[in-house]
């Protein structure tokens, strides 16, 4: 089967005004679709709600990386202006993506006292030397640069100083994401509340998103079984306490495909957490059998991308594409500010 084929059976078609341009408010009121792999059974409720269809001691895994304003706008030497994206650094560049061609040697210019250099080009990635501290540049994307946000997501009316706010999980504190992991979103201070009240437990490891989420599948993706690397990191005493609830036989639930992503990529052959940073290019689809997380909780992806290959592989192709046909019915919001789904 071509590559196309294969990706054909992962479409469907919505809608275009069920594509969310803000987080419903308050965060909590989102739509939820609960579907049990165990009865079968379809429910609709309010994430605010999320606690009557967890059993106690369930464990919701969570992803703590926080968005960065990736998004800067710089100028060449010749005046012209330019779109970067921020993807990363090492110990002596800046890697951005441009939206043009940048000339090797070239000076860019943030402000007359923040200038860097174009040092080389590697696929679709420039390498910049900053005239200053590389280690200034988180500080001075927050003071500069813009919030990044999905392709899809146009005319959002969402002011910068509200996306930095609404585009971001309200626990996030890891700075190094280019996209915020949007199942998290849906969280508030009252229904943490509640789903402590209800002995949930609530544990947080990081997964830095990047811009590979949003990337199409290529053959090359599916001939490899691999996918974007990602970086992540699940602390020493997070994992020891995951380890416990799953050899006590406890549901853990990622929230996010991001979280369930690292936890999968942390596991060893015996179902344990063992390895606990580094990078992952993890490409789960159907067939894959999961080694940690008995459930998802997740927004609704767009058609032929990993995220939704991923759901199919816990629940089947058919299966989802046949729940995302009701939500569509039901008028639920789609993509990255929209409602979501428990799997349990």
Partial sequence: MTSEKILQRYSYQFPE????????????SANLLVYSQKTKKVSWTKFIKLVDYLLPGTVLVFNKTKVIPARLKVRKETGGGVRLLYIGKNKKFIKVLADRKLAIGSRLEINKKLK??????EDRIYFLKPLFSI??????????????IPPYIKHSPL??????????????????????PTAALHFTKRLFKKLKSAKISIKFITLHVNLGTFSPITSQNLETSRLHEEQYEIDKKTAQILNKS???RLPIIAVGTTTLRALESAVDKQGRLRKLSG??????QEGYHFKFINGLITNFHVPKSSLLMLVSALIGRKKTIELYQKA??????????GDGMLIN
């Fill in 135 to 148: 280690n200034r540049i988180l500080d001075i994307l927050t003071t500069h640069g813009q919030t990044p």
């Fill in 159 to 180: 002011k910068e100083s509200e996306l930095r706010e609404k585009y971001q999980t309200i626990f996030a504190s890891e700075p190094g994401s280019v996209a915020a």
């Fill in 279 to 284: 990078m992952t290019d993890l490409f789960i």
């Fill in 116 to 121: 860097l250099y174009v040092s080389k080009r």
């Fill in 246 to 248: 799953k050899q006590s």
């Fill in 328 to 337: 569509i019915q039901k008028k639920f919001r789609f993509f990255s500010f």
């Fill in 17 to 28: 005004n069920l594509i969310a341009k803000e987080p419903a408010s308050p965060r909590d």
